[in-house]
């Protein structure tokens, strides 16, 4: 049995899928216009019949998903495709086309409509597209996009197929007369309409008024669908603008003094630019424990670089540690400490740099860079915090409360002794 990953089988599937909608296109257009098939496109029904004939018979030795599970014996493969798309497949195989070469006129007619079943191959396309819309890597709404604008092609051109069969444009030949067909089927299907094109007679008529219905139906889809879909191509923009939508309104409502408005602004500015807006803990939070810890080492996996205190710890530090941590993001100015406050967490430096500064700001003591972290102090010594903390430009930092420091730390003695190391020299400077 053929495995479902096989590399060839898939290039193959998309070999027959081509050949599916070239056979779509082609098979009306010949229908109504009966050009001789010769040269060329007899060598193209030839080899789209060969095709289909081995594809119905490798389908028979195809691994299948029936109702989610893959089938790998032969005989249930079998029953399946029997029971289901073995017919279309099959008589979209045969070329009826070379069958009726010389026969009774009426029964060439017939026959020829049975061309037509090849179309019935399109439903395999759309379950192609469905495959594929479930494939993450591709963006959803361009996809979606796309397949709308292969299926308005679609239908456009076999409305304009109806219109020749029907006498839609006599004075007109060949591929002429094809273009004018597909013009009123554009303009009727768009409900443009420009009517220089109008029918003759009932069935004409008849035929217009159906298209012109679809046309309404469809064009409602389109106004409805597309503005949507291309608003939603970049879903994270379009969130975050409307959040920003709604936090402006709210700034002009309560009249906010315009510097203020311009600092809410320039930090919503630095979320999109740093993350796309997105609040990393809120998306994690949603997923299982195992998850949740892989995600946030790849997320925190910076500051676990950075942060020297991390350096040599153990992967259990790490992994208790990482979960836990909380982002943040500070604009330039911020007290993110306030001296003499009581303290809940302690911080870890990701991006940009903070000043040591004294209770009302004008005494800087030390700059902590990316990488450092501070209000250790607070909660090792159990005290109110020794000194104010400033940041100097955005700053991404990392929290982690009182009680996960406490628990970590008693797991890990080592490292709580370094932390006190480091916060002794830190008073003893300060003392200075
Ligand atoms: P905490 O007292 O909790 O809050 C203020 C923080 O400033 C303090 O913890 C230290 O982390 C930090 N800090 C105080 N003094 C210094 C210093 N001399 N150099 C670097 N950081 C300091």
Redesign the pocket.
């Known amino acids: 049995m053929i495995s479902l990953e096989n590399k060839i089988k898939k290039i193959w599937d998309a070999y027959i899928l081509a050949l599916t909608i070239v056979s779509a296109i082609e098979v009306p257009a010949r229908l109504v216009m009966n050009y001789p098939l010769s040269g060329a496109l007899l060598i193209l029904d030839y080899m789209v019949s060969v095709s289909f004939l081995i594809d119905v018979v490798l389908n028979f030795l195809s691994e299948h998903i029936i109702k989610g599970k893959i089938v790998r014996s032969f005989g249930s493969v079998s029953r399946g495709y029997l029971k289901g798309w073995f017919l279309i497949d099959f008589l979209s195989a045969v070329p009826f086309d070379l069958l009726t070469g010389g026969s009774f006129v009426a029964l060439n007619r017939l026959l020829r409509l049975f061309r037509l079943l090849r179309l019935l191959r399109l439903a395999r396309l759309a379950q192609f597209m469905s495959k594929l819309g479930a494939n993450q890597a591709i963006n959803p709404v361009l996809l979606r996009l796309f397949f709308f604008i292969f299926w308005l092609g679609m239908m456009a051109h076999w409305m304009g197929c109806g219109w020749i069969a029907l006498g839609g444009c006599p004075n007109h030949e060949g591929i002429h007369q094809y273009v004018r067909a597909l013009y009123w089927a554009v303009t009727s299907l768009t409900t443009v309409g420009y009517g220089d094109i109008t029918p003759a007679d009932t069935p004409q008529t008849i035929y217009a008024m159906l298209i012109e219905i679809i046309g309404a139906g469809m064009y409602g889809y389109v106004i409805g669908n597309v503005a949507s879909l291309l608003a939603n191509i970049d879903v994270a923009k379009a969130h975050f603008s409307e959040k920003l939508e709604q936090v402006n309104a709210f700034l002009k409502y309560r009249e906010i003094p315009a510097d203020l408005q311009t600092r809410v602004r320039s930090y919503y500015d630095y979320l999109w630019e740093s993350r796309l807006g997105y609040d990393e803990s809120s998306v994690v939070e949603d997923l299982p424990p195992s998850l949740k810890i892989e995600i946030s080492m790849h997320l925190n996996r910076d500051i676990i670089e950075k942060v020297p205190l991390f350096k040599g710890a153990t992967d259990e530090f790490i992994r208790d540690i990482v979960s836990v941590l909380k982002a943040h993001v500070f604009t330039p100015g911020d007290f993110i400490?306030r001296?003499g406050e009581l303290?809940d967490e302690?911080y870890f430096i990701s991006r940009g740099s903070v000043e040591?500064v004294s209770e009302n700001g004008e005494q800087v003591?030390?700059t902590?860079q990316d990488g450092?972290?501070?209000?250790?102090?607070?909660?090792i010594n159990r005290?109110?915090?020794?000194?104010?903390?400033r940041a100097r430009n955005y700053c991404d930092v990392y929290t982690l409360s009182r009680d996960v420091l406490e628990h970590v730390l008693q797991k890990f003695p080592e490292i709580a002794e370094q932390l006190r190391t480091l916060?002794e020299q830190?008073?003893r400077?300060?003392q200075q």
Do not use: N, W
């Open positions: 400490v001296k303290g302690m040591v003591f030390a902590l450092s972290y501070f209000g250790e102090i607070a909660l005290e109110p915090r020794t000194a104010s903390i916060a830190r008073i400077e300060l």
